[in-house]
């Protein structure tokens, strides 16, 4: 896709809003704990994205080089990423509850130069030793690949720092210039790399490209969730999963609009914080998975209700199919019966969303995505791979290509094809079961 544009991604993320909505907020972070928050601006995520980007280019990180993240949701996480993508480095985060061991083999594929982590975690008052998995994990890998380790002080617990290996973040970035020339991208360079489980064991590293995927979240974010300039958008995923690269941190920054990140989990202190949230920084719109609105529906009204709420607009879900039952109560409860409900069908694969009801625009089935997006090609066919008409059930598959598709695991190209376009040749195998109406 646009095979001869030439972009960056960061430029497109910061530097372009920087003329008309400088002190904009960019990121609103809200802490583990409910007394801990902090507002980024578009100004001062450049200045921090900038910072870093020179620091890991001063320490030896060029264009095409992997640099694993094993971050705390908290905003050092996006800057990291941004930063990365400034300077052409191809990023590979890693969600932080994940083992010393995954971390290791995901370490190992792509051949880290560089690895950017915290000296913990904290997520519902528990802390997770990230410095302490990072140092384990590096038992194993040993000097294979990694040459630096970037520790971001979060928490203060003491961590031990390894001599010429190991150094502190603010160290780094607080010499650093907040000015950083951004490398021209070709549309179809790497962004990063995000590992998902395969079946034989061996972790399979989802390549996104540049131009393609920005193009793709940029545009299925501004129109399936009727973006306005005064939005707040909340999507609760950690940015270890792809939702959090895509809805998190890259399409609601190529919009200019303000995100929030929460570092915490939505029972702590209690289940009135996601209310909470809401009210505290005015979101338009909540994005969540189906596993947090059942387990909210099962505490009860009565947390919701501690809340008002009222600055709420649109509400979403994403990760899993939503259960009619659940999808009622969301809308009925969370949302007053006033906010429609974009339930999203998508993939770590597919880069963005690919099938979703679009606001406003198409009457609303409780627990159906509804419609593909602009582009897409869907089609059910049976086992044999005969493509099926009218009301049926089958599997899911994709006729044709689109900007945010993957494009290829990273070091296994055999292995893409195999499991993505050989089981119903020609065509995309979502491996998912679909029923039509």
């Known amino acids: 896709w646009f095979e001869d544009g030439e972009l960056n991604v960061s430029v497109n993320c910061i530097d372009r809003h920087l003329a008309e909505n400088p002190y904009k907020p960019a990121i609103i972070w809200e802490g583990d704990h409910p007394s801990q928050h902090k507002i980024i601006s578009y100004k001062e995520l450049h200045a921090e994205v900038c910072r870093l980007g020179n620091a890991m280019r001063k320490m030896g990180v060029q264009k095409g080089d992997r640099v694993t993240l094993y971050m705390p949701m908290i905003p050092e996480s996006a800057i990291a990423m941004l930063a990365c993508a400034r300077i052409g480095a191809v990023h590979s985060v890693v969600f932080g509850g994940f083992s010393s061991d995954s971390l290791a083999n995901r370490l190992i594929d792509s051949q880290s130069k560089l690895i950017i ?3 913990e975690g904290v997520r519902g008052g528990k802390h997770t030793p990230l410095k302490h998995n990072v140092d384990r994990a590096l038992d194993v890998v040993g000097t294979e690949c990694v040459e630096k380790v970037i ?47 395969g079946s034989t064991g061996k972790p399979k590293g989802v390549l996104h490209t540049t131009g393609g995927y920005l193009t793709y979240v940029l545009s299925t ?86 809340s008002d709420r009222s600055s709420l607009r649109l509400l979403g879900s994403v990760g899993e199919p939503i259960n009619p039952e659940a999808w009622q109560w969301y809308y009925e409860v969370v949302g007053e019966s006033r906010c429609p409900i974009v339930d999203t069908w998508w993939q770590t694969e597919t880069g963005g969303i690919l099938m979703t009801p679009i606001p406003n625009a198409v009457d609303l089935k409780p627990g159906s995505a509804q419609t593909a997006m602009y582009g897409v090609k869907p089609a059910v066919v049976d086992a044999e791979g005969n493509e099926i008409e009218g009301t049926c059930e089958g599997n899911l598959i ?40």
């Open 221 to 306: 974010f501004r129109d399936v969730f009727d973006i306005k300039d005064d939005d707040v958008f909340w999507c609760t995923a950690d940015v270890g999963w792809i939702t959090g690269h895509s809805y998190v941190t890259y399409a609601p920054l190529a919009n200019g609009t303000t995100t929030v990140m929460f570092e915490g989990v939505p029972q702590y202190p209690d289940w009135a914080r996601i209310g909470h949230i809401i009210d505290k920084h005015d979101i338009t719109i909540l994005y969540t998975a189906p596993t947090a609105i059942r387990a909210m529906m099962k505490e009860g009204d009565e947390y919701v209700r501690k």
């Open 151 to 197: 520790v971001v002080y979060h928490t203060g617990e003491s961590v031990p720092m390894s001599g010429r290996r190991d150094v502190w973040y603010h160290t780094v970035t607080d010499n650093a210039s907040d000015v950083c020339e951004p490398e021209v991208m070709n549309a179809e360079d790497p962004l990063f790399l995000l590992y998902t489980s």
């Open 398 to 437: 994709i006729k044709d290509s689109w900007p945010g598709q993957m494009r290829t695991i990273w070091g296994d190209q055999k292995r893409f094809l195999e499991t993505y376009f050989s089981t119903y040749k020609g065509n995309y195998f979502t491996g998912d079961g679909v029923q039509r109406d």
């Open 117 to 119: 982590t915290a000296d």
